[in-house]
């Protein structure tokens, strides 16, 4: 396990605090460690600019993937009927997170090339740092502030000749469930100003009961998904889960009842 966010400070605690921003990690620095594929914010996808347009074996909704249950059911989803592209929107409030995310990223999109269900693939993956202002870790805390984190760099970074839509997996039941007419709104009127050319903001699981979705991908995958919100550092220093928060609780449910 790299330790290298460990080594940087030894002032951070194990919540992680966000308000502690001496030597954050710039995306070189994830290179550096292997951990990051590819570089953030490129100019142009598989060679196509905003400005073009690209050849239809290239065109796929661009998904919002952390490797978490959900995101990693909508990837599935989506393969059955279209070539995906990926996006991952790294913000600088949660490292250890990040570090787990992306390395369970790596795995799951490896179990897709070596478990294909379909002719189609995962044409791109880019990692998008996203650095937060003061403003930005202060809504933070804010139950709906969320969404704001990932559509906001997702605006800029999509290419309206390539992506056909840019898709996030909320299910049926989330928090969000009742704001996700709100949020495509703001979208479609954002992008007008950001954007020469628009493509819709859609949650094509917004009707799938969360243990569906889990009961849904097949176990060794469902083995490969990171869930903790708020991972922690045991005696070894090695990051694991909390098994406090709402994702890994559910988890451990869905795990028992396999089990009975």
Known sequence: MSEWWLNSTPTYNLQFNTAITMNKPTIETYIGQGIVPAPVIPRSVCGITSSQEAPMELKGPLILFSSGLDSTYLVREALKTSNVHLLYVMGN?????????????????QWFNDNPESQYRIISDTIQQ??????????????LSQPLMWLYPAMYYYKPGLHTSVQIAYVKNDHMSPHLDDLTNAWNILTKFIKAGQIPLTFPVRDVDKKDSYNALPKDLRSLIWVCDNPMIDGNRNIIECKQCGPCKRRATYLNQEST
């Open 130 to 143: 996203f650095e937060m202002g003061d403003s930005f870790q202060m809504i933070n805390a804010v139950k």
């Open 93 to 109: 409030f949660n490292r250890a997170k990040a570090e787990q995310e992306l390395a369970a990223r790596e795995k799951i999109k």
